[in-house]
């Protein structure tokens, strides 16, 4: 059982930064893709980023795409969000994810965080 927190996430006016991060608890974190996903009021949960076990291999939604990235430090168990040029339709619950296989698709992953607020004022 893999337990994941997130952390980072707050109030930002638009244009700003936020990094979020989310630690995994498991010492196997390194076989395990990563994804990132959001949720705003009255939505369907989205995809956002997602990174391979390595790190070597991303993506991301278009509607993040040259603002958003993904990484991971595999030695501390840790998958970052950085997030840039915050627009206020960003603003969402975001949710880490852990899958055997990367992917877009939120059913791809076995494990979620409970999620942290972002909201991006305008």
């Known amino acids: 059982q893999v337990q994941l927190v997130e952390s980072g996430g707050g109030l930002v006016q638009a244009g700003g930064s936020l990094r979020l991060s989310c630690v995994a608890s498991?010492?196997?974190?390194?076989?395990?893709?990563m994804g990132w996903f959001r949720q705003a009021p009255g939505k369907e949960r989205e995809f956002v980023a997602a990174?391979?076990?390595?790190?070597?291999?991303?993506n991301y939604a278009d509607s993040v795409k040259g603002r958003f990235t993904i990484s991971r430090d595999n030695a501390k168990n840790t998958v970052y969000l950085q997030m840039s040029s915050l627009k206020s339709e960003d603003t969402a619950v975001y949710y880490c994810?852990?899958?055997?296989?990367?992917?877009?698709?939120?059913?791809?992953?076995?494990?979620w965080g409970q999620g942290t607020q972002v909201t991006v004022s305008s």
């Open positions: 498991e010492g196997t974190f390194s076989t395990y893709a």
């Open positions: 990174i391979s076990k390595t790190g070597r291999s991303t």
């Open positions: 994810a852990a899958g055997r296989n990367t992917g877009a698709v939120a059913t791809r992953y076995e494990y």
